[in-house]
């Protein structure tokens, strides 16, 4: 679908400058953003274990045509404990000593792991759609990749799968975000994806799942500050550039408090968001800001950078206000070895 993004080309080749080396000489295996299991607190295992576990058997419910049966599925729910599971991860503390952990647990609490969360409880209400079939298949398929990514030895098997070479295309993208009518419990959006792009995005599952936390986490922050409920992704190729590279580009609508935050913040420099530590929220709830700087992170290991604060003052990440949009952009490699 090509058309439906709010910014301009002009705009949009405007957001950045075209120099972006790709730095990364060996294929993509592991995400630095991720953990050893062992890693993880010792109440925290059980719990990050028993969630992947209960995602596997989800998952091995649905056919090849992905199908399921909502009534079995939801007896599944009742018989393990489902509702208890997520209050327990809910009760897991994010990590401010230690960065890298507070990360991997927003990610694996995270995700795709939210909105799931929300489609099984009005699955549990018996308010499920046949609709909402497909999404909770993708849904369920993308964290389980997710966890995987960020604590690889959580099941090393499949893992091992995750590394072999398998193209991963757009097509991939927009199955999950073309039209998606997005839920989340603190949100809702409506998503239009414009893509310029058709090709492949990835060689490896474990590279697309990375891609897949940077999409999430936008996304999410996007579905939860959009002020008309609507979230545009825009997929641009820049091939004219230093590296073949993919812009992606997720735009939300904010009020004039959301921007006077912004404002007071971070003055004309909204990229340093990425760096973490702020978040935003009407209702006085409190956050960490781990979401945007996971992103950096993950955007700055694709291209074989130091850290997310070098993607910032590469461009490689960025965001900014146009007009009433809050645009946050990032690039991931297409010719990435």
Same mark, same amino acid.
């Given at each position: 679908?090509?058309g439906?993004?709010p910014?301009s080309d002009e705009?949009?080749?405007a957001?950045?400058p075209?120099d972006?080396?790709?730095?990364?000489?060996d294929?993509f295996?592991?995400?630095?953003?991720?953990?050893?299991?062992?890693t993880?607190?010792?109440?925290?295992?059980?719990?990050?274990?028993?969630?992947y576990d209960?995602?596997?058997?989800?998952?091995?419910?649905?056919?090849?045509m992905?199908r399921?049966n909502l009534?079995?599925?939801?007896?599944?729910?009742?018989e393990?404990g489902w509702h208890?599971?997520m209050?327990?991860?809910?009760?897991?503390?994010?990590?401010?000593q230690?960065?890298l952990?507070?990360?991997v647990?927003?990610d694996?609490?995270?995700?795709s *792991?939210? &909105?799931?969360?929300l489609? =099984?409880? %009005?699955?549990e209400?018996? @308010? /499920?759609?046949?609709?909402?079939v497909?999404?909770?298949?993708?849904l369920?398929?993308d964290h389980?990749?997710?966890?995987?990514?960020?604590?690889?030895?959580?099941d090393?098997?499949?893992?091992?799968r995750d590394i072999? *070479?398998r &193209?991963?295309?757009?097509d =991939?993208? %927009?199955?999950?975000?073309? @039209? /998606?009518?997005?839920r989340?419990?603190d949100?809702?959006?409506?998503?239009?994806?414009?893509?310029?792009?058709n090709?492949?995005?990835?060689?490896?599952?474990?590279?697309f799942?990375?891609?897949d936390?940077?999409i999430?986490n936008?996304?999410?922050?996007?579905?939860?500050?959009?002020?008309d409920?609507?979230?545009?992704?825009g997929i641009y190729p820049?091939?004219?550039?230093s590296?073949q590279?993919l812009?992606?580009?997720v735009?939300?609508?904010?009020?004039?408090?959301?921007r006077?935050?912004l404002?007071?913040?971070?003055?004309l420099h909204w990229s340093d968001?990425?760096r973490?530590?702020f978040t935003f929220?009407s209702?006085?709830s409190k956050?960490h800001g781990?979401?945007l700087?996971?992103?950096?992170?993950?955007?700055?290991n694709?291209?074989?950078l130091?850290?997310g604060?070098?993607?910032?003052a590469?461009n490689?990440?960025?965001?900014l206000?146009?007009?009433?949009l809050?645009?946050?952009w990032f690039?991931?490699?297409?010719a990435?070895?």
């Amino acid at each position: 679908m090509t058309g439906a993004f709010p910014l301009s080309d002009e705009t949009v080749k405007a957001l950045a400058p075209c120099d972006l080396p790709l730095l990364r000489h060996d294929p993509f295996v592991r995400s630095v953003s991720s953990v050893s299991i062992a890693t993880l607190p010792e109440h925290v295992q059980p719990v990050v274990r028993r969630l992947y576990d209960t995602l596997l058997a989800i998952f091995s419910r649905f056919d090849q045509m992905r199908r399921v049966n909502l009534g079995e599925l939801r007896q599944f729910l009742h018989e393990t404990g489902w509702h208890d599971l997520m209050h327990e991860l809910r009760g897991i503390s994010l990590s401010r000593q230690d960065p890298l952990l507070g990360q991997v647990i927003h990610d694996i609490r995270g995700g795709s *792991l939210q &909105a799931l969360a929300l489609q =099984l409880q %009005l699955l549990e209400f018996d @308010q /499920a759609q046949p609709s909402d079939v497909e999404r909770i298949y993708l849904l369920v398929r993308d964290h389980l990749k997710i966890m995987r990514n960020c604590v690889p030895d959580l099941d090393p098997v499949r893992t091992a799968r995750d590394i072999e *070479l398998r &193209a991963h295309g757009v097509d =991939l993208l %927009l199955e999950k975000w073309q @039209q /998606a009518d997005y839920r989340l419990p603190d949100g809702t959006a409506q998503v239009v994806v414009d893509a310029r792009y058709n090709g492949v995005v990835a060689d490896r599952c474990v590279e697309f799942s990375a891609l897949d936390r940077v999409i999430y986490n936008l996304i999410n922050n996007a579905t939860r500050h959009s002020a008309d409920h609507r979230v545009m992704v825009g997929i641009y190729p820049l091939f004219e550039c230093s590296s073949q590279s993919l812009r992606f580009i997720v735009a939300n609508r904010i009020d004039p408090l959301q921007r006077n935050a912004l404002e007071q913040r971070f003055g004309l420099h909204w990229s340093d968001l990425f760096r973490g530590g702020f978040t935003f929220s009407s209702d006085g709830s409190k956050g960490h800001g781990f979401g945007l700087a996971i992103c950096a992170e993950l955007v700055a290991n694709a291209y074989g950078l130091p850290n997310g604060p070098a993607a910032i003052a590469g461009n490689y990440v960025g965001a900014l206000p146009h007009g009433d949009l809050f645009v946050a952009w990032f690039h991931w490699p297409v010719a990435a070895p």
